[in-house]
Structures are given as C-alpha cells and as structure tokens.
C-alpha cells in the first residue's frame, strides 16, 4: 500500500541526538495517528490529530513531541531517548475519528544506542 | 479500556491446511479490523468488519458483536500466508484510537 508514506524508514540515534519522523497520507483522511510497536508487546497508540487538532494523550513521555501542519502531514520529533524507547514506529491515518478503518504506512524501525 | 485477545499465539500449518483465527473483546465496538504484519513490519489491512461476514479471495471474516468476538479463516494456505495476523478495536468515539490484541504468529510451512 502506497497511501501512507513514511520516512526514514530506519533510524539509528544516539541518546542526544534529534532527529523528526515523517508521515505524509494521500487518501485525503483527516485523522492521523502514532503507534510504538516494542518487541513482544501489542501496538499502543501514541498521538491521535483530527483534522489538525491533537487530541490529548498524557500517557507519552515528552522527548516525544508530534506535529500535525496539515491533515497530509504528521511528524514525530524525538530528543534525548532512550534505549528502551528503540521499537519500531507506524503512522496511520483514517477518514475521521467516527467512520472508516484505519491504514498503515511501512513504519520507521528506530534503534537508539 | 477494552480488552483484546486472539487465539491461538502460534500456529504452525503445512502448504494447502486451512485456519481460523480468533479474537475475543470484552465490550461494544465501533470498529474491527484485521491486519497481516510482514516480515518487514508493514501492516496490511485485510478486512474492516465490525460486524458481518466478509470475504476477499481465500480469506473471509465474519464478527458478532452481540457476542463479542471476530473470526478471520485462511483457506488453503500458502507460504506467502505466514506472518503475524492482528485483531483490533475501537469501542469508543476514535479518540482512543485501535487497541490491538498480541496476534497470531502462522507459519506456513511448503
């Protein structure tokens, strides 16, 4: 599937380091989200934005920060990281929050040494 | 929030068997979908189906909501089939996005 788009698509950092994930969809949705995948743990929903607007999630440490510019468009910012935080990250995206299934892009396989 | 659980974690089948996959959730949903990860990590979506019978192919899936569970069959399967298959739903407003069951790892051997 090429309707969501993500880069890089791998990434290796170090802890002091800062670096953005990028998402771009081009289904013309007006949801988009953030999902950590770790290693032998279920997918957990990171950031959700409806047309543009986040909608709160408290439960992510804050070297984490998304940005959503426009309903195409969604950006991880990562800073100072940790190992643990090493997982690989998935953008979706969906019609709106109500209606419709939600597509995947490819991911961004993040290791942080 | 809303529990999710697949049957069985693991399923080892030869070339041609076909399976079912289960998922279990323990309140209303709004949403269902399956998806097949690759080995490379993308996740493909295979069916949205919060409730009904669908079919695409060789696989079909059908959800009962009143009982709360989601059934994906893979018939005559081939090595291309292997990989990790995931159940997950919404049961609220999409705000809380999908929550994902722990998958069924199939591997298809020739």
């Known amino acids: 599937e090429t309707g969501v788009t993500q880069t890089p698509r791998h990434l290796v950092m170090g802890m002091t380091n800062k670096k953005s994930l990028k998402c771009e969809q081009h289904l013309g949705h007006n949801a988009m989200y953030w999902y950590k995948q770790s290693a032998k743990k279920p997918l957990e929903l990171m950031f959700v934005y409806s047309l543009e607007e986040r909608v709160e999630n408290n439960s992510v440490p804050s070297r984490f920060s998304p940005e959503c510019p426009n309903s195409s468009h969604l950006f991880l910012h990562l800073h100072t990281l940790q190992p643990e935080d090493s997982a690989l990250y998935l953008c979706?995206?969906?019609?709106?929050?109500?209606?419709?299934?939600?597509?995947f892009g490819p991911g961004t396989r993040l290791t942080v040494l | 929030g809303i529990q999710v659980e697949q049957s069985p974690p693991d399923l080892i089948l030869q070339e041609g068997a076909n399976s079912t996959l289960r998922c279990n959730f323990s309140d209303s949903v709004n949403n269902l979908q399956w998806f097949h990860q690759n080995p490379w990590g993308q996740l493909i979506n295979l069916f949205y189906?919060?409730?009904g019978t669908k079919q695409n192919g060789r696989l079909s899936a059908t959800t009962v909501a009143t009982e709360r569970y989601s059934l994906l069959y893979i018939s005559s399967s081939q090595t291309t089939d292997s990989g990790v298959y995931f159940c997950?739903?919404?049961?609220?407003?999409?705000?809380?996005?999908?929550?994902f069951g722990k998958g069924t790892h199939l591997i298809i051997q020739p």
């Open positions: 189906i919060p409730s």
């Open positions: 979706a995206s969906s019609f709106n929050l109500l209606a419709g299934g939600q597509y």
């Open positions: 997950a739903v919404d049961s609220g407003g999409g705000a809380d996005g999908l929550t």
